[in-house]
């Protein structure tokens, strides 16, 4: 295969998430590192990777120099790097599989086309979610609707094909309710069951029914990455379990108890739990935080409180979580660039005071602060890890 693929050889990939893949382009152009010519042999989900010229692992200085320029969530790992060969990258497949499906129609794809096609989606084990505006602008609906119900189909089978998925899915409008639940509107395939593993963690859901943070695959693998061996967990927001089974599966969590109201997120929790082997230790409380967590008082060494655009309203409940030597809250939120400092300060004299409310006498201090991803324009999310001691 090497031979007609092109030469590998041994070099450092940096990875991302995917929305963030421009910015680190441009930093890694910017550093001159960016090795044009070569091609990742892998591809992970939601994420990104680029091939640069070092042949081993990033020095401390260098991830360093990286963070000065990206000041975002990366991982870097040594790989095989393909030299030259045909492209692996999805985007010039899926361009190649639209003037293709244009061609066999006997049709030339006007540029507008091509320039209009999706240049992100999601991947959900094998199920590819495209935007809610893909393929909806004038020229492609005009071209769609001229074609057969038959060559249509071919394009969406050829679609997921391309971007390494056997079923398609466009995100429609985000049902108004409380739940939020996504709807999805199938195109090629009927299941909307979603199974996938990820750093050796099985997750599974409905994805018509539950909101999954694609996106914060760093934050997960920090999160999965950090030592809660034999501590006690509280998830406020646990979802399907994008914190709580890493938490469980491979930060040596002894028990989690998982606050969600949605009950399909919940049903994807459990499945999760199961097909890891943690359910002994997941307890689930369903229903609203604000009434489930006033039931877990001082069980806690460790709250997480995975919200955006805030977490807020529980800040109190989460303290009061915590056990009386104290524990760690692990704070999401959305942020404006500039105000981030002031934001943690703030932040900090508020727990200061709600704790002091709640009668526990601690010191409180930031502990690290992570910026996970650009939210939208000059609007970051950040994780504001907090210490809670009794020292
Ligand atoms: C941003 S999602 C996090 C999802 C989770 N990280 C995942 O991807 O599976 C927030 C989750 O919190 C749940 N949620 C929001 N407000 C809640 C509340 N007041 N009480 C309990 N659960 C809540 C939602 O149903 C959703 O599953």
Redesign the pocket.
């Known amino acids: 295969m090497d031979s007609t693929d092109g030469t590998p050889r041994i070099g450092v990939v940096i990875w991302t998430s995917q929305h963030l893949g421009s910015e680190l382009h441009a930093a890694l152009k910017a550093l001159k590192w960016f090795d044009k010519g070569g091609r990742s042999r892998n591809e992970r989900r939601e994420q990104i990777g680029f091939p640069c010229l070092q042949s081993s692992a990033l020095t401390i200085e260098q991830m360093d120099e990286l963070r000065a320029v990206f000041p975002y969530q990366f991982e870097h790992e040594v790989l095989a790097v393909r030299e030259v060969g045909p492209s692996v990258n999805p985007h010039d497949r899926l361009r190649k599989c639209a003037l293709g499906w244009a061609g066999h129609q006997g049709a030339e794809l006007p540029g507008k086309l091509v320039e209009t096609l999706p240049n992100k989606w999601e991947r959900l084990g094998d199920l590819i979610v495209l935007p809610i505006d893909a393929f909806q602008d004038d020229a492609w609906c005009e071209r769609l609707e001229a074609a057969s119900s038959s060559n249509r189909h071919e394009l969406w089978q050829n679609v997921a094909t391309a971007l390494g998925g056997t079923r398609l899915a466009r995100q429609a409008q985000i049902m108004d309710n ?3 639940s996504p709807q999805l509107e199938m195109l090629y395939g009927e299941q909307t069951w979603v199974e996938f593993s990820d750093h050796g963690v099985k997750f599974g ?1 409905d994805a018509q029914h ?4 694609a996106g ?1 695959v760093t934050e997960r693998h920090r999160i999965g990455g950090l030592n809660m061996q034999g501590e006690t967990i509280v998830d ?8 709580t089974l890493p938490m469980l599966v491979r930060s040596g969590a002894l028990h989690v108890h998982a ?4 009950p399909a ?1 919940i049903d ?1 929790l459990q499945w999760g739990a199961e097909a890891n082997n943690v359910a002994d230790q997941l307890t689930v409380h369903q ?4 009434t ?1 967590l006033p039931s877990l008082i001082g069980i806690a060494d460790r709250c997480h409180l ?3 655009p805030s977490s807020e ?2 800040w109190s409940h989460a303290l009061n979580c915590l056990k009386p030597e104290g524990g760690r809250l692990h704070i999401h939120m959305n942020v404006e660039e500039g105000s981030i400092e002031e934001w943690c300060e703030q932040t900090i004299s508020e727990l200061r005071q709600l704790s002091k409310e709640l009668g526990r006498v601690w010191t409180i201090e930031a502990e690290h602060l992570e910026r996970v991803k650009s939210y939208a324009p000059r609007v970051l999310h950040i994780v504001l890890d907090v210490k809670c001691s009794t020292v």
């Open positions: 409380a739940l939020r859901f539950v909101m999954f943070s914060n406020a927001y646990a979802g399907t379990g994008y914190y606050c969600e109201m949605n997120s994807g229903g609203d935080n604000q489930t995975g919200l955006l309203a529980v």
